[in-house]
Structures are given as structure tokens and as C-alpha cells.
């Protein structure tokens, strides 16, 4: 009975505390572009005694929800972890259904025509059906005016560094520059532009639930100068009163960019 009370109460009170917080935050110092390490699905399930895939459904049902905040508060990218490339190594049995979650809630964004997206990864290391499944979101909403939301599968940010530094070579070799050549004139704006998110502002504010403090290869070469929030919550519980309280956070740091 004193549970039903308070969650009663929760539902009466969070909305307007949800509310306050958006009136009051300051508009001129909002991110442009969110990460978000979708972290604790694995242990929400056990925490709840359901399998492992029950918690990969119930993260997928999170997905949409979020991205609606993010166009509440103005956010124009947002980039979504759903998968690394070490997760591929994980059992087959585990694997297989988390691929096939993965590509039912991407062909659900899709489908909703609210958001641009794009895959970002190694496609080239993923089954055939999950990458075709990728290519065929990013073709369906390419021309849908809206928010860019990067899907993030079969990802790793040292990887994604190896391929931008391969991509600039061998694009200088077409053009017939030998490697002292490029040695010589190489910088850190030629490798941006062979990246995933090339042409894409780099992410303002990183969020990680599960409580985990660490960035695990996350937009490794994005993120140098980006803010983090890291939240308790495993991310099928993370609530739109938790993603109001990062940007809230993100809004009234004192920003060095690195510094």
C-alpha cells in the first residue's frame, strides 16, 4: 500500500517538477548534440528475474521516448550506442536476438518519419540482414526533415579512428600524393572528415546510465572536448526526469572545452 502511495505520488508531482525544469532552462546554453551510452539492460533484466533479451526489448521501448525529449529541448543530433564491436563476440545465443531487437526498433524509428537516421560502425562486421536492415533506415528517411539521430552498431571509436586514418590515405594515393607528402600536410581536420560523423558537430554532452564512468570507446575522437553525465540508472528505468536533470547539469557547467 505505502508502494502504491508513492508512485501515485511520483505521478502527480514529476510532471510539474518535469515542467519547471524545462521553463526554466536556459535556452542559449543547450547541447546540440547528445551521446548516449544506452548502458544496463544485461542487469536491469536480472534485477527484475527476466532474460536477457527481455531487457534488450525493453531498452529498445526506451529509444523513442528519448529521442521525443531530445526534440523537446531542441537537441539537433543525437547519437545512440546500441552496439559495439566487442559486444560482437558475445554468444550466439545472446547475440543473434539482440541483433534482431536491435533491427526491429531501428526499422520502428523508421518508420515513425520523425528522424534522419544514420548508422555508424563497421557494418562490414555485422551479419548481412542487420546491416541491410541499417541501410534500408537511413535510405527510407533521408529525406525526412528532422532531427539526425546516428545508430551506433557494431561501433567502436578506435575502429572508427583506424578507418578515418585508412579512408585519408587511401584517398590521398587516388590523387597520387605520396606518404611524405601527407606526412607533411596532414592535420587533425583531414582525419574528422574521413569520420562516422563527418560534417557533424561533435557531441556537447555525453550520457551514460548503469552508473558506469567510463566512456568504453565511445566517440573517442568526438568527444575530447565534450561534457559528461553519468546516471544510476540502468536504461530501460531512465525517465525523462533524469534526461531533463543531464541537460539541466550540461546547462549550467562552466564549459573549459578541454582546458
Known amino acids: 500500500?505505502?508502494?502504491?502511495?508513492?508512485?501515485?505520488?511520483?505521478?502527480?508531482?514529476?510532471p510539474a517538477?518535469?515542467?519547471?525544469?524545462?521553463?526554466?532552462?536556459p535556452t542559449d546554453r543547450l547541447p546540440r548534440?547528445?551521446?548516449?551510452?544506452?548502458?544496463?539492460?544485461?542487469?536491469?533484466?536480472?534485477?527484475?528475474?527476466?532474460?536477457?533479451?527481455?531487457?534488450?526489448?525493453?531498452?529498445?521501448?526506451?529509444?523513442?521516448?528519448?529521442?521525443?525529449?531530445c526534440e523537446e529541448v531542441g537537441v539537433?543530433?543525437?547519437?545512440?550506442?546500441?552496439?559495439?564491436?566487442?559486444?560482437?563476440?558475445?554468444p550466439a545465443e545472446e547475440l543473434e536476438p539482440l541483433l534482431g531487437i536491435i533491427g526491429d526498433a531501428v526499422d520502428s524509428l523508421a518508420a515513425?518519419?520523425?528522424w534522419r537516421l544514420h548508422p555508424v560502425g563497421a557494418l562490414d562486421l555485422l551479419p548481412?540482414?542487420?546491416?541491410?536492415?541499417?541501410?534500408?533506415?537511413?535510405?527510407?528517411?533521408?529525406?525526412v526533415d528532422g532531427m539526425l539521430?546516428?545508430?551506433?552498431?557494431?561501433?567502436?571509436?578506435?575502429?572508427?579512428?583506424?578507418?578515418?586514418?585508412?579512408s585519408l590515405l587511401l584517398e590521398q594515393a587516388a590523387q597520387g600524393k605520396t606518404l611524405e607528402e601527407l606526412a607533411e600536410t596532414v592535420d587533425v581536420e583531414h582525419i574528422a572528415e574521413h569520420l562516422y560523423t563527418k560534417g557533424q558537430p561533435d557531441p556537447d554532452l555525453v550520457i551514460r546510465t548503469s552508473g558506469?564512468?567510463?566512456?568504453?570507446?565511445?566517440?573517442?575522437?568526438?568527444?575530447?572536448?565534450?561534457?559528461?553525465?553519468?546516471?544510476?540508472?540502468?536504461?530501460?528505468?531512465?525517465?525523462?526526469?533524469?534526461?531533463?536533470?543531464?541537460?539541466r547539469a550540461y546547462a549550467y557547467r562552466d564549459r573549459r572545452y578541454g582546458a
Open 128 to 143: 548481412a540482414l542487420t546491416a541491410a536492415r541499417l541501410k534500408a533506415a537511413e535510405e527510407a528517411t533521408r529525406d
Open 76 to 90: 539537433q543530433v543525437v547519437t545512440l550506442w546500441l552496439l559495439s564491436t566487442d559486444n560482437l563476440n558475445r
Open 212 to 247: 558506469e564512468q567510463r566512456l568504453g570507446g565511445f566517440l573517442l575522437w568526438q568527444s575530447a572536448q565534450s561534457e559528461f553525465y553519468f546516471c544510476e540508472a540502468y536504461w530501460p528505468d531512465f525517465r525523462r526526469v533524469d534526461f531533463l536533470r543531464a541537460v
Open 17 to 25: 517538477y518535469e515542467a519547471r525544469m524545462v521553463r526554466r532552462m
Open 33 to 69: 548534440h547528445i551521446g548516449v551510452m544506452l548502458d544496463g539492460n544485461r542487469r536491469w533484466a536480472k534485477a527484475v528475474g527476466a532474460d536477457t533479451a527481455h531487457g534488450h526489448r525493453a531498452g529498445a521501448a526506451n529509444i523513442e521516448p528519448m529521442l521525443g525529449w
Open 149 to 166: 539521430v546516428n545508430i551506433a552498431v557494431g561501433y567502436g571509436g578506435r575502429r572508427e579512428i583506424a578507418d578515418a586514418v585508412r
Open 112 to 114: 515513425e518519419r520523425r
Open 1 to 14: 500500500m505505502v508502494a502504491d502511495w508513492k508512485r501515485g505520488l511520483r505521478r502527480v508531482l514529476y
